[in-house]
Every structure is written in C-alpha cells, then in structure tokens.
C-alpha cells in the first residue's frame, strides 16, 4: 500500500541520516588529528562547512540527480579526499570515502519513489467514494424511521456516516501527503536533522576559527623572520 512504502521510506531516511552524521563527525575529528597545523588543514574545514551547510542541510530540498550530478570541482567532498591523498592516503581518505557512500544512501533515501501521480489517484478515489455515498442512499430517502432505532430518522444515521467517512477519509489521504513531501511536513526529518548537525557545526566553526588564528600568526612569524 501507499501508507506502507511512504513510512518504510521515512524510515531509511532516519537510517541514513544518523550513519552519515555519525560519518561526518568522524572524518571532522580526523581531520582535526591528522591535518593540524598542515596547509590543506583550513581549506578542508571549510570544505566540510560548504558539505554541511548546501548538502547535508539541503536534504530533501535539493534534488538528489542535481547533486549528483554537479562537477567535482563542486563538490566538498570531492575537495577533501584531494587534499588528504597527496602523497600516502591516510585513513582520512578512507573515512571520505565512507562520507560519500553514506551521503548516497541519504540522497537514494530521499529520492521520491511514489510519483505525483500517485497522489492524485487517490484523491480522485476518495472523491468518487464520497460522492457515491449519497447517491447509493438516496434509495433510502422514504424511509422515515430505522426499524431497530425508532427515534432516529435515515437521514439522520446516514449523515452521520456520512462525515465519519469524509473524516476518516481525510485523515487517511493527510498523512500520506505528509509523508509523501520530502521537507515541510509533519512527519519529515527537519527538525532531527537541525539538531544532529547544530553541535557539528557548532564545533566546526570553533575549529575554523582557531585555524585561522594559528594561520595568522604563522603568517606574521614568517614576515618577522
């Protein structure tokens, strides 16, 4: 059914978001390690400041073909996995590596699998099935009185069916569109994802900062000298 695949979605999004956060908070602690003090050191914090802020950030509304398919002098974790290859490659090239098959699965997740169409089928079903209802008892109009409920006329009865069924219906086509749009609704990752990358960007920023204090003074240094 549309309920199920939508949620089964929803759920791999929550899957794939929280292993490549976990991912990214790896390669940032490995660059940190590793990179400090080298000259490619501010440049890859701040090519993993573009990852988090346009890609990770953009989940759900950038299309996940147009990120794919931007050139790789683009692409942050493209620069990052140049700037820590030169020479041996480290385990830093690696977890980039991890980065980017973990952001594949993100943007696979992502990827809206029930066309629009889908949406609009339904729609025009539960519109069918609610203007079918009077129609079908209408055969029952003469009818002044339930037999088993003396005191409650049809038309009583029948409206209150009525708006149980457009309630019900309603409901039922709600949440399916919640979890049908990547980001806006209800049922999106919008908020978890805001707070799962809050403290990594909060740290990066601190990193970035301190890097660029050390790289001016070095500078200064090496004019004094």
């Known amino acids: 059914s549309a309920y199920k695949e939508l949620y089964a979605q929803q759920e791999s999004i929550y899957f794939a978001l929280f292993n490549e956060v976990s991912v990214a908070k790896s390669l940032l602690e490995q660059l940190t390690l590793v990179g400090q003090g080298r ?6 914090l701040r090519a993993m ?5 346009v890609d990770l950030r953009g989940s759900g509304r950038i299309e996940a073909a147009k990120l794919l398919s931007q050139r790789s002098a683009d692409d942050p974790l493209e620069a990052i996995m140049y700037l820590t290859s030169v020479g041996v490659p480290s385990n830093t090239y690696d977890t980039v590596r991890e980065l980017r098959v973990a952001r594949g699965a993100r943007l696979g997740a992502f990827q809206r699998k029930f066309p629009v169409i889908g949406i609009t089928q339904l729609y025009i079903l539960a519109g069918v099935e609610l203007f079918s209802f009077p129609l079908l008892g ?25 708006s149980c069924l457009c309630g019900a219906i309603m409901l039922v086509l709600r949440i399916i569109q919640e979890l049908w749009q990547s980001s806006g609704g209800v049922f999106n990752v919008d908020e978890e994802l805001q707070v799962m990358v809050f403290g990594l960007e909060e740290e990066l920023e601190l990193r970035v900062a301190l890097a660029d204090r050390q790289a001016f003074f070095s500078g200064g240094a090496a004019d004094d000298t």
């Open 39 to 44: 000259p490619w050191y501010l440049s890859s």
């Open 49 to 53: 400041q573009k990852y988090i802020s």
């Open 138 to 162: 209408a055969g029952t109009v003469q009818l002044s009185e339930v037999p088993e409920l003396p005191t409650v006329s049809i038309l009583e009865l029948q409206a209150f069916l009525f």
